[in-house]
């Protein structure tokens, strides 16, 4: 789909990766999960959410009986930031057509962001010059927003970025009610019943 992407020099990150990870799941995926970058497993493996991150968002899908297979996983950086430090904003303008080419190809209904950069990307409408006015995700969790990319009409649900469960277990009673809400949200705008919900103590 973004072929091209995989020989991408448009930023200084093509210099010090190992792997563009473009994405993984089903490119028919209702529901598509948007984090912030690779990691270090990501850019070996050349696959997003493969980590200890991914462990915990295959217990998210888990909890409203989906599977990584059942949805789509994207980054808003295709290439590893060195030593996992945060996106720099001109990275995000100069990668981000990559994510916006693939929103347009995978129509999702549903895209849950994960964590601050995927939600102020996608909130501010893919401009990344409007994603300082967008607040934080500890405000924006749990909420469902619509949101216009392109003409087209996206329900879009900000989550906790999986990391955050790794080191604040409190998180996980929230995140358990986010998860409720995805579900009642893919439910509706689907019309495809999901599992009974579970919660995240289970997994
Ligand atoms: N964190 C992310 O945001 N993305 C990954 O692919 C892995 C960890």
Redesign the pocket.
Known sequence: MIEEAKTCTNCELSKTRTNV?IGKGREDAEILLI?????RN?DEQGL??V?A??KNLDKFLSVIGLSSEDVYIA?ILKCRPPENRDPKPDEIKICTPWLIKQIEHIKPRVICT?GNYSTKFILSKCDPDHMKSIGGISALHGKVVTVVINQTEYKVIPLY?P?ALIYNRSLQSQMDEDLITVKKTVEKYTGTPLAKQKSLSEF
Request: net charge negative.
């Open positions: 990870v984090g912030e970058a690779p990691g990501e997003p959410f980590g991150a991914g980054n994960l970025h990391a």
